[in-house]
């Protein structure tokens, strides 16, 4: 299947998906896991947009794709403990943590959430992808709203031509760069300090939940041996 709104990435292509984001449409981009369907992420409309064309209840959350974690502190997101040791080992790649927000954050993909006494919780996932052609697509249109490019609830695109087929015309750009590994997607941690280890595992994707609790506590112990070794020197 085919359609002249499928592209390879070429500097007219990103021009029009430059186009269609300033409108509030949306585009597909290739991930280092599966295709995702991407917006706007400060264009409020653009996001109620995407949730109604992908069919994707309201109460599940929209990430952010990044290039890097450089614009994070600017757009008022920052990583909790244990994350930014989670994400020193696994961005970019499959790992989707989730960040504090503050209210002056100008991302209108912000999670809200209740806390027990009841002040609101402001979240946000992130995505750093480990695949070279979208970090030409960010590098030209800049941080994207995204979610995968799929009717919810069926299996995520692991192509452009996947992704036509499942949403069609209500996309203005397709960016074609083969087949990604998919179909599984990234897998998204938080932070959780009452639990054990730390963190909550909200969905397990292409990365397991062993080795994000191995790197953890190999960090731990790495920590407590620096830690030792500092107290003998100190006694000496």
Known sequence: MGSERIRTITAESLEEARSAISRGDLIVVPTDTVYGVACDPFNSEAIDRLFEVKRRPRTKSIQVLFPDLSPLESLGLSLPHPLEVLSATFLPGGFSPICDAVPASRLATLRHDARPDGSEKLTQGIRVPDF?????ILAALGPL???SANISGQESATSAQEAYAALGDDVAVYFDAGTTPGPVSSTVVAAAPEKTDGIDILREGVIPARVIRAALHADTAR??????????????
Do not use: N
Request: no cysteine; net charge neutral.
């Open 132 to 136: 070279a052609p979208l970090h030409d």
């Open 223 to 236: 920590k407590a041996g620096s830690s030792t070794i500092s107290s003998a020197h100190a006694d000496r």
């Open 145 to 147: 709203a995204a979610t």
